[in-house]
């Protein structure tokens, strides 16, 4: 049987290949930092959500170190039966603390957070309102619930108050979206989401991946940059990438959204829990975000340098002042050969196309790190100029 299907499956990977869609995976031989040794040499890493640079920082990696002598390697169990450490407990608490939300429950990455979400709070009476460019994993969460579902153009607060008067006869209604929208760098509103729930009485989710850590003045997200940390009723994250970096989720919430979640949450009950050695790495990083100003700081300068020479340069990024600074290319196979030009000259980049984004809009997705220096910076910018030399000629 298997015969006929390879050849499928082999005629599907050669069709992506000749569309310029095909997705290698480079090999890193050292730790996450700005700079990192791939077979070619060394490079400048400007893909990577390390967006604090504490991915290899020295305070955590020896609370990690720590960790493993004290709580072990893993917890071979899920959290229900014998895998809940104090160090589970602990973290859980202060992430609550820093989010500002009354309870905390971990997951073994967000996208099973996003996963065990919906189908839990939602039944076929309710309805899920969300935005079109959602993450993958609020997607696919969503799919799993029976609840109806409704879609709203990005930020487009006229349609989500229209999807909102449509579900207007549902039991609960649950407005979800991204804090930041990863390919993009875009923010959400949320204080115009939050009057619209407001006014629809509705409830608020929102993903903040890709703030959390640095956005905000104390670094608690896009809530916080908003002014709305007492309006959102559930927050998902992630720890794996202003938050050192590794793995892990989880769901911040009101106490009985977690209290339901910890009995029914099917990515919760069923998977391993974290390893100890994260949790208490993770402990260490929340300590160093109450004086991270410094990190946050450099890491404002760093992507406002970038997207300002840039687009002097002629290039075309997205507006905002999000680190993620996307560098629209348009055809696929034009932003796979400008990475491949950019790792020649010593910057790792990777180009993002369709599915990933939407076709025809595929683009080199740079995020800047307070890891890099302003030398670091100007160097990629200049990568980019030359690159894009080359390929005109």
């Not at 969460?141 to 607060?157: E, F, Q, T, V």
């Not at 009950?269 to 390893?275: G, P, R, V, Y």
Request: proline residues 3%; charged residues 25%.
């Amino acid at each position: 049987m298997y015969a006929s299907v390879r050849d499928d499956l082999q005629k599907t990977l050669d069709e992506i290949r000749e569309a310029g869609l095909f997705k290698p995976e480079r090999v890193i031989s050292t730790p996450q930092n700005a700079s990192v040794a791939v077979p070619t040499g060394e490079v400048l890493n400007f893909c990577a959500n390390n967006y604090l640079g504490l991915a290899d920082h020295p305070e955590v990696i020896a609370a990690a170190k720590e960790a493993l002598d004290r709580w072990g390697y893993g917890m071979a169990s899920v959290r229900f039966i014998c895998g809940t450490q104090d160090v589970h407990k602990e973290l859980e608490a202060r992430l609550s603390a820093f989010l500002g939300q009354e309870d905390t429950i971990l997951y073994s990455s967000c996208f099973d957070a996003n996963g065990g979400v919906f189908e839990t709070l939602l039944g076929a009476e309710d309805a899920v309102i969300s935005d079109a460019l959602n993450h993958a994993s609020i997607i696919d969460g969503i799919r799993l619930s029976k609840a109806a579902r409704h879609r709203y153009a990005n930020r487009d607060m006229a349609e989500l108050e229209a999807k909102l008067k449509e579900a207007s006869g549902a039991r609960r209604r649950l407005i979800v979206t991204d804090g930041v929208f990863s390919m993009d760098g875009y923010v959400a509103p949320l204080q115009e989401i939050c009057d619209l729930a407001d006014r629809y009485d509705a409830m608020v989710m929102v993903d903040d991946s890709h703030a959390v850590g640095f956005v905000g003045p104390g670094g608690r997200g896009t809530p916080e940059l908003h002014g709305v940390m007492d309006r959102v009723d559930i927050i998902t994250g992630t720890l794996g990438k202003a938050l050192g970096g590794a793995s892990g989720g989880y769901v911040a919430a009101r106490a009985e959204i977690v209290a339901l979640l910890r009995q029914r949450s099917r990515p919760y009950l069923f998977s391993n829990s974290l390893a100890p050695v994260i949790a208490a790495a993770s402990l260490k990083v929340l300590d160093l975000l109450e004086s991270a100003g410094d990190l946050r700081d450099k890491l404002a300068a760093n992507t406002a340098l970038f997207r300002t020479k840039m687009t002097e340069a002629g290039f075309e990024i997205l507006p905002g002042d999000h680190a993620i600074a996307p560098v629209m290319i348009g055809d696929a196979a034009e932003a796979a050969r400008m990475a491949e030009l950019l790792l020649e000259r010593g910057v790792y980049v990777i180009g993002f196309s369709y599915p990933v984004v939407p076709m025809g809009a595929a683009r080199i997705r740079v995020q800047l790190s307070a890891a890099h220096s302003t030398a670091d910076v100007e160097r990629a910018i200049a990568a980019f100029v030359d690159a894009r030399a080359t390929m005109a000629g």
